[in-house]
């Protein structure tokens, strides 16, 4: 299964549990990519969590081993696009899963994740595991 993708928190997280499927995702990808905003929610676990040091030392190895997608204008352009097509079509979806889906959709790559809300953006690759 190979291509470019960008990881959810719930991949991240699955990933670094150790999941085998998401190993074989990771590892058979030509590319993988963690969007800022889901850094933004693994830092906020972090923080919350009963081992900060230990965890956060685990966000801050992953932003070294793989490229992280920033938020620009173009992004924010897509982002204002989408929030405006999913609420007029009374489909909305959390407000960081809208820059994750601007920002697969600027760069070209699947999402891969568990949520189902991504399946109300159009044109959007979506890879469950």
């Known amino acids: 299964m190979s291509g470019r993708y960008l990881l959810d928190t ?3 997280i699955a990933l670094v549990d150790g999941e085998v499927s998401m190993r074989d995702i990771v590892t058979q990808a030509d590319e993988i ?6 850094l933004g929610e693994l830092y906020f676990g972090a923080f919350r969590s009963e081992r900060v040091p230990e ?8 932003v070294r081993w793989y490229a992280i997608l920033r938020i620009d204008e173009f992004t924010a ?3 204002g ?5 999913l609420g007029a079509a ?5 407000s960081n899963d809208l820059w994750i889906a601007a920002l697969a959709q600027q760069h070209g790559t699947a999402i891969v ?7 109300a953006v159009e044109d959007l690759a979506v890879i469950r595991w």
Do not use: E
């Open 81 to 85: 696009m989408l929030r405006q097509q």
């Open 55 to 62: 965890n956060v030392d685990r966000i801050d190895d992953l």
């Open 77 to 79: 352009k897509s982002y």
């Open 10 to 12: 719930n991949a991240v």
């Open 33 to 38: 990519f963690i969007p800022s905003p889901v």
């Open 113 to 119: 994740t568990q949520d189902r809300h991504f399946d």
């Open 90 to 94: 009374g489909r909305p979806i959390p």
